[in-house]
C-alpha cells in the first residue's frame, strides 16, 4: 500500500489552519518523538509520512503567508517528495551541531555520511539510505547538515523488518553507531509499509 501524497485541497486556509494550530502542533510533536532515532550523539533520524508532511507544508504556508492556490500548489509539489513510495521508508537526516566550532569540525570530516545509514534486518539483509538529490547537493570538501534519505526495500525485507530485532547502522568512517529499534519505533516505521 503507497503512502497516501497530500494535496492542495488537504492544506488549510491560514484563518482555519490557526485556529486548530496548538493542539496539531502537540500532536505532530509527539508523533515526531515516535519517529525520531538518535544514531550515535550527534545524528538522528525523524522518519516521515503523511501526517508530518502536511505538518511541514502547512507550516510552510504559514510562515511564508502563502495565499494562492498556485503557491500551495508549489509547496506540495517540493514536499510530497519526503513520503515514501511503496516499499520504503523516507527520513530527514540531522547533524545535530550547535556550535560554528563544531560545524566547522564535523562537516567536513563527515562527507558521504548520507550514504553510510542502512537498516540491518533480522534475516541478516540490509537496506541502505540515499539522498535523490544527492547530485545536486553533494560538494567533495563538506556536507551539509540536513539531508533527506530514501530506505528501498524489497517484499521479502518488508517481511523481516516485521519479525523485529531491526537496527540502524551508520558506518562511515569518522562515524560509526549501531542502534536498535525501540518497540515504539519498530511499530510506528512498520505501519509506514501498510
Given at each position: 500500500?503507497?503512502?497516501?501524497?497530500?494535496?492542495v485541497?488537504?492544506?488549510?486556509?491560514?484563518?482555519?489552519?490557526?485556529?486548530g494550530?496548538?493542539?496539531?502542533?502537540k500532536r505532530?510533536?509527539?508523533?515526531k518523538?515516535?519517529?525520531?532515532?538518535q544514531?550515535?550523539?550527534i545524528m538522528?533520524?525523524?522518519?516521515?509520512?503523511t501526517?508530518?508532511?502536511?505538518?511541514?507544508?502547512?507550516e510552510?504556508?504559514?510562515?511564508?503567508?502563502?495565499?494562492t492556490?498556485?503557491?500551495?500548489?508549489?509547496?506540495?509539489?517540493?514536499?510530497?517528495?519526503?513520503?515514501?513510495?511503496?516499499?520504503?521508508?523516507s527520513?530527514?537526516?540531522?547533524?545535530?551541531l550547535?556550535?560554528?566550532?563544531e560545524?566547522r569540525?564535523w562537516?567536513?570530516?563527515l562527507?558521504?555520511?548520507?550514504?553510510?545509514?542502512?537498516?540491518?534486518?533480522?534475516?541478516?539483509?540490509?537496506a541502505?539510505?540515499f539522498?535523490?538529490?544527492e547530485?545536486?547537493?553533494?560538494?567533495?570538501?563538506?556536507?551539509?547538515?540536513?539531508?533527506?534519505?530514501?530506505?528501498r526495500?524489497?517484499p521479502?525485507?518488508?517481511?523481516?523488518?516485521?519479525?523485529?530485532?531491526?537496527?540502524?547502522?551508520?558506518d562511515?568512517?569518522e562515524?560509526?553507531?549501531?542502534?536498535?529499534?525501540?518497540?515504539e519505533?519498530?511499530?510506528?516505521?512498520?505501519?509506514d509499509f501498510?
Amino acid at each position: 500500500m503507497t503512502m497516501r501524497k497530500i494535496t492542495v485541497a488537504d492544506i488549510s486556509e491560514l484563518r482555519a489552519y490557526n485556529k486548530g494550530r496548538d493542539e496539531l502542533r502537540k500532536r505532530i510533536i509527539a508523533l515526531k518523538a515516535r519517529r525520531r532515532i538518535q544514531v550515535g550523539p550527534i545524528m538522528s533520524l525523524v522518519f516521515e509520512n503523511t501526517d508530518t508532511v502536511h505538518w511541514q507544508i502547512s507550516e510552510m504556508v504559514r510562515a511564508e503567508r502563502i495565499t494562492t492556490e498556485e503557491g500551495v500548489a508549489t509547496e506540495v509539489k517540493v514536499y510530497n517528495d519526503l513520503i515514501p513510495d511503496e516499499g520504503e521508508l523516507s527520513a530527514t537526516m540531522f547533524l545535530e551541531l550547535t556550535s560554528d566550532e563544531e560545524l566547522r569540525d564535523w562537516l567536513p570530516r563527515l562527507v558521504g555520511i548520507h550514504r553510510a545509514l542502512r537498516f540491518v534486518l533480522a534475516d541478516g539483509s540490509d537496506a541502505r539510505g540515499f539522498d535523490p538529490e544527492e547530485q545536486r547537493l553533494t560538494r567533495e570538501d563538506t556536507t551539509p547538515a540536513v539531508h533527506f534519505l530514501v530506505f528501498r526495500f524489497r517484499p521479502e525485507q518488508v517481511a523481516s523488518f516485521a519479525q523485529g530485532g531491526v537496527r540502524l547502522v551508520c558506518d562511515h568512517p569518522e562515524y560509526r553507531h549501531d542502534v536498535a529499534l525501540t518497540a515504539e519505533q519498530h511499530a510506528e516505521l512498520l505501519a509506514d509499509f501498510g
